[in-house]
């Protein structure tokens, strides 16, 4: 099996490459990854050695590298995870949400078209079926709401990968994953920049009152998901993939500081993400009585072993933590603070 992998230089899409690696003796992997702020060989070190596995940087916004990726490698398999993936940073900069994430994908299927592979996976997320009111949950044919930029341009690349699946014939599946949380994780998303705030002792910020929900899926459980799949899926499908668990934001956070050994006077609430969705809820039956897959990973287990992860791993915090991660921290925090404070 020949995997290309658009994105796996960042927190999930590296996590499925270490798990190709390890369970199919058999696959060659390529990763295909621009290094954005988000993309770190560092997260790709234990399995950069391996004869299998090799690696090209280029921009998913780049015909020549994404036709350079296909002609040489010729992918049997292709999961496409390359994407602005950050919902604060679409609003701060909506434009690169929407390059990368649609136009990108654009280019990827148009040179799927050229050379098809037997499966185009297009990892996407629940976001875009917006905020769901209570008791509602969202299968797969739910209408697509999304609030943010972020959102909407995963929402266009859906649709537009299920379009060339129609009118192309590409064999294409949708995922959509609910929020993942796991090792290497980029310290802006919730559940990593607030163990990394608490490891440091400094204000953890919970948006507005932070009772928002969300459902939390570890990577592991993710990435073999998007493996159960490959095998099983079936093309012109979307499927939802969750971790069974609903938690508002603040209970998240509490559970953090406690096993982190940390007061909950640590906890700032600050002003709210503009358009913020209040809940996400999926159904997630479809793959689950298709393939059999079920989540595996408890969520107490695996904060206990992310937390863990983070306090083994100060060298990768630090050299993330750097100069653009302070400025986008700055900008997105700080300035936002200083703006409601008038
Ligand atoms: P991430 O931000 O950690 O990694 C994104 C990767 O894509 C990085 O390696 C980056 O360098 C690369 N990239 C960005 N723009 C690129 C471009 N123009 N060309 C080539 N490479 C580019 O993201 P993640 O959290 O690992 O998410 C991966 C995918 O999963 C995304 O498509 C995201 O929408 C989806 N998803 C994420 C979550 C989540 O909770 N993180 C949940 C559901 C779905
Ligand atoms: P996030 O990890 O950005 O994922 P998403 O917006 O894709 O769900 O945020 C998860 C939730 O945590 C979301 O409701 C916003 C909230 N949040 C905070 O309260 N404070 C923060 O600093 C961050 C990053 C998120």
């Known amino acids: 099996m ?39 060989m560092q997260n790709l070190a ?35 995870f390359a994407a602005e993936s950050h ?3 679409s609003i701060l900069a909506p434009g690169d949400s929407v390059s990368t994430n649609v136009q990108g994908t654009v280019l990827l299927l148009e040179a799927a078209r050229d050379h098809p592979p037997d499966l185009f996976i297009h990892v996407s997320t629940d976001e875009v079926y917006g905020s769901i009111d209570e008791p509602c949950s969202a299968d797969e044919s739910f209408p697509l709401h999304p609030s943010n930029p972020y959102s909407a341009s995963k929402a266009g690349s859906d649709l537009v990968v299920l379009a060339y699946g129609r009118t192309f014939s590409l064999p294409v599946i949708v995922t ?19 163990i990394a705030n608490a490891l440091e002792r400094i204000p953890l910020p919970v948006y507005g009152d932070g009772r928002q929900v969300r459902d939390w899926l570890h990577v592991d459980d993710h990435c ?78 695996g904060l206990r072993h992310t937390i863990r992860w983070y306090l083994e791993h100060p060298e990768w915090v630090a050299s993330v933590r750097t100069g653009e991660y302070l400025d986008y921290y ?13």
């Open 46 to 80: 234990t399995v950069a050695h391996a004869p299998s596995f090799r690696f090209q940087k280029g921009d998913i916004r780049d015909p020549q590298a994404v036709h350079r990726a296909f002609d040489l490698f010729r992918p049997n398999t292709v999961v496409h």
């Open 224 to 301: 073999s998901a998007l493996r159960t799949l490959v095998d099983r899926g079936r093309p012109g499908q979307v499927y939802n993939i969750g971790g069974r668990l609903a938690l508002p934001n603040l209970e998240v956070v509490r559970r953090i500081l406690h096993l982190c050994d940390r007061p909950e006077s640590l906890i700032q609430h600050v002003p709210d993400r503009p358009g913020h969705d209040r809940r996400y809820a999926m159904s997630t039956g479809k793959i689950e009585v298709e393939t059999g897959w079920v989540p595996r990973v408890a969520f107490e287990d």
């Open 176 to 194: 959509r994953a609910s929020n993942n949380y796991g090792p290497y994780q980029f310290p802006e998303k919730l559940i990593p920049l607030m």
């Open 2 to 40: 020949r995997f290309l992998v658009t994105g796996g230089a960042g927190f999930i899409g590296s996590a499925f490459v270490r798990t190709v690696l390890s369970r199919d003796p058999e696959a060659e992997v390529l990763v295909l990854d621009a290094l954005t702020y988000a993309g770190n």
């Open 87 to 89: 919902v604060d940073r």
């Open 330 to 342: 700055e900008r997105n925090y700080v300035r936002r603070g200083e703006a409601a404070c008038g």
